[in-house]
């Protein structure tokens, strides 16, 4: 596609709930990333694909947070039993390969709300 | 520890003045450094990025420096307009590429 793309857009779920988020990286691009921003917050690192494989996962701030990616393209990451403490922008980015030696584009980001 | 402080967190200024954001880090190995721009509600873009041998890098309006001695950087946006409002976030990788880390960012309000 033309860019990195994220739905829904918008979330609002329950506490307890699970919820997952999409990602559709730009086409072609082996790296993809999920980010956490609370607000006003800077962006946290959560995970890195390379390919379909997770070489990084250092950033999950639990075990209720889980991620995968299939066919070298969409990622999804999952959130079991949110807590309000879950409440944030998710940002996606995909880059053409590696950590840093390319640039990585930025989705527009699902807000989500654990009421 | 690898780090990446900015300064300052915000700053308004008029439309058509100058500023200049500041950018430290800790990293090591040094890679590059990237500023993104991140319009509220949007995903973060990219302005620049530096290499270790790059001391200043423009691209219109805005103006990378970077000094790997002291390991800092700066972001000078020139003639700022309203549309520069944004949060304004360095990003420095580092370990040959294979690691990045991201700054607070510094959220720039232009007011008319």
């Known amino acids: 596609g033309a860019g990195v793309s994220q739905s829904p857009s918008n979330k609002v779920t329950e506490k307890g709930k699970d919820v997952e988020l999409r990602c559709d990286p730009i086409s072609g691009h082996t790296a993809l990333y999920w980010y956490r921003q609370r607000l006003g917050q800077g962006l946290e690192f959560l995970i890195y694909f390379q390919g379909n494989s997770a070489p990084d996962k250092s950033g999950l701030p639990s075990d209720r947070f889980s991620a995968e990616r299939t066919g070298e393209s969409v990622s999804t990451l999952t959130i079991q039993r949110t807590q309000q403490e879950d409440s944030a922008v998710y940002l996606c980015a995909s880059s053409l390969y590696g950590q840093g030696n390319t640039e990585a584009f930025f989705g527009q980001g699902t807000r989500l709300t654990v009421v | 520890k690898n780090q990446v402080e900015q300064s300052p967190q915000s700053l308004i200024i008029l439309e058509g003045k100058n500023c200049t954001l500041q950018?430290?880090?800790?990293?090591?190995?040094?890679?590059?450094l990237r500023w993104y721009k991140q319009d509220t509600g949007r995903g973060p873009v990219s302005l620049t990025i530096m290499t270790f041998s790059e001391n200043t890098k423009s691209n219109g309006r805005y103006t990378a420096t970077l000094d790997a001695d002291t390991k800092q950087s700066s972001l000078h946006i020139t003639a700022s307009q309203l549309s520069d409002s944004a949060s304004y976030i360095c990003?420095?990788?580092?370990?040959?590429?294979?690691?990045?880390?991201f700054g607070p960012g510094t959220r720039l309000s232009v007011l008319p």
């Open positions: 990003v420095v990788t580092y370990n040959y590429g294979q690691n990045f880390v």
């Open positions: 950018c430290n880090y800790t990293v090591s190995p040094f890679s590059n």
